[in-house]
């Protein structure tokens, strides 16, 4: 299966996007189809063997849209931008619509118009000016018709079918009584009702709204557009004894650049030569500088502050980190969360239900009401005017959109709108210890030794069995044994023991490194260590027990310090109402000594990596949200297994693949901070849905004329209009409120 995004060309509202998805999700092949009205792009997982994309642009493009399948060949097209073609569009609108509007309504306010085109003196050139004056706004507002009359003919009516229909009812009014005037059927009287300047207004100001929602989802979208413009364009390439300035686009795999002071560094890469400090803050949300040297890895478009050195690269293209990043972003905001479902359903039967409602109410003043059939074309074109799906349509994805682009600005990488909308929800935070609540660079920090052996026979015997390890606790033996200048000697049949220890062979006899349920397992008298052993743990370090020969040789302390960041991050949490669970393959002795320190109270200890999904389950089973935070391959079932995911980005590619949610920093304060965003993003998009709810409730049924039939005003069609576009708008602006959310 291949999923790919292209942009959309004449999507206008909520219908259309429904309309896309229906007629993509179709077609034999598509396993889902996902159009986000906000970002006007249409993320579909196919079959390649059972479709193609140009099928897909077939598909679409009878339904009346346009399939960018190649942005790239079409933006060789110098195209102007949306906003600027409807800028220019409501100018010239303008220039028509307010002579026109001054025609049409000045004698009734007193404003003088000369003798040649009064209505009551000179009613056909009074209509005639207004027919030539709103030709042109017609004209101009084409698209609304194009779209909307063939989405209307092929049984997808839209936003636009809704305004087709509305203006050319009021055109065709006014139309039919110049017509009738010019043959002497009807006399225009003193003020004839021509509703040319209605039709003129409600394209003008829809116009207006479409560029004001133009300019605002482009707002939404800056996050994105900030990100792309990050990438350096050129690199300093060394050849030989040269330095050659390319494109970045023409780097390779294994190619040596420099990097000088202040500037960008191109691509990622391994520093081989020189250190420096990096600012990273595109990519973490963290604002101080990293020091880096050799053999440090390098993020693509990140700053180089003062230093100078050379580094190989090491990813180019989309696998860089900053690509990356940009993918997951845009994936996260063409996806759908499942609130966004409720207005879905409105929308796909929103339009037809506006249309029979619009006839009905015009209907039914006219038969019921006695009303003239100018008074009902009057009230019809009113509730097809101002009934909006666009806000309905908008609500969500625009706030996703600035929801995950503030994330990715702030180090938090949401991979999907689901994931956003779950976050919200959580009640339970579990932390794995090693490398989420510490620092995950374990240190050795007691050696304690029997039967005459000496702390440097025991380190030797130790770090020569751990050389073949990946363990974090192996790490640290085999660190200490080089801070001691120990020379190493050569194992065999080296054995990881899941949760337990390792063994290997060294000199013809076995020896095992592991925990105090490894020895008991092989037989191991450790009577002599036991007592140091729960002292070790009581002081929150781990002891390592070493057996050589089937005898205890001593034991070995490797405490992994707790990050400085880590009390007041889960303080923080607790604050905001949560349940914190710390879990560990630590004994429960070492566990409740560092959960003490850090202000844990529930401590899930002794878990063996494959039983940390199985923790996670049991919470869940008492009616728990849970939230797992983690960072190793041994965390991926358990991130998988949660509500939510959250993979520090410091931690393995496995992790960060499984997890809903990436922390970039490896503090553990953006955990909060994560959970803000969503709680806040999710406020907004049921404040949007409300206000869109609302906006199509009342307007409605006053278009309709309720407030008229106690004695109120009716609705002129051309206030609907501003009204309908104000409704978008509103919407988008509230949206963007999200960007001062501080987190």
Known sequence: MALETYKVEGITCAACSMTVEKVVGKQVGVDQAVVNLATEKLTVRFDEEKLSPENLAQVVEKAGYHLVLNPEKEKEVDKPSREKILWQRFIWSTIFC??????????????PLPRVIQPMQQPLHFAFLQLILV??????????????????????????????????????????????????????GHHPELYFESAGVILTLITLGKYLEAVSKGKTSTAIQHLVGLAPKTAHLIKGDQVVDIPVSDLMIGDILQVRPGEKIPVDGLLLEGQSRVDESMVTGESLPVKKVVGDQLIGATINENGSFTFQVTEVGQDTVLSQIIKLVEEAQGSKASIARLADKVSAVFVPTVMILATLAGLAWFFLGGQSWTFALNIAISVLVIACPCALGLATPTAIMVGTGLGAEKGILIKSGSALEQAQLIDTVVLDKTGTITAGQASVTDIFTVNGVSETDLLTLAASAERGSEHPLGQAILTGSKARGLTLQDCQEFEALSGRGISAILDGKQVYLGNQALMEEIGVD?????????????????????????????????????????????????????????????????AQAIAKEIGISKVISQVLPEQKSTAVADLQVQGKRVAMVGDGINDAPALAQADVGMAMGTGTDVAIESADLVLMQGDLGVVARALELSRATMRTIKQNLFWAFAYNVVGIPIAMGLLYIFGGPLLNPMLAGAAMSLSSVSVLLNALRLKAVKI
Do not use: C, W
């Open 526 to 590: 450790i009577s002599k260590g036991q007592t140091v052993s729960q002292t070790y743990a009581k002081a929150g370090k781990t002891a390592v027990f070493v057996a050589y020969a089937g005898q205890l040789m001593g034991l070995i302390a490797v405490a992994d310090p707790v990050k400085s960041t880590s009390r007041t991050a889960i303080a923080h949490l607790q604050d905001m109402g949560l349940d914190v669970v710390m879990l560990t393959g630590d004994n429960e002795v070492t």
């Open 135 to 188: 030709l042109p706004i017609v004209y101009l507002g084409r698209s609304f018709y194009q779209n909307g009359l063939r989405s209307l003919f092929l049984g997808h009516p839209n936003m636009d079918s809704l305004i087709a229909v509305g203006t050319m009812a009021a055109l065709g009014q006014g139309l039919v009584m110049t017509l009738l005037g010019m043959i002497g059927k009807i006399s225009f």
């Open 98 to 111: 307010l002579p026109l509007l001054y025609v049409a309504m000045g004698s009734m306010i007193g404003l």
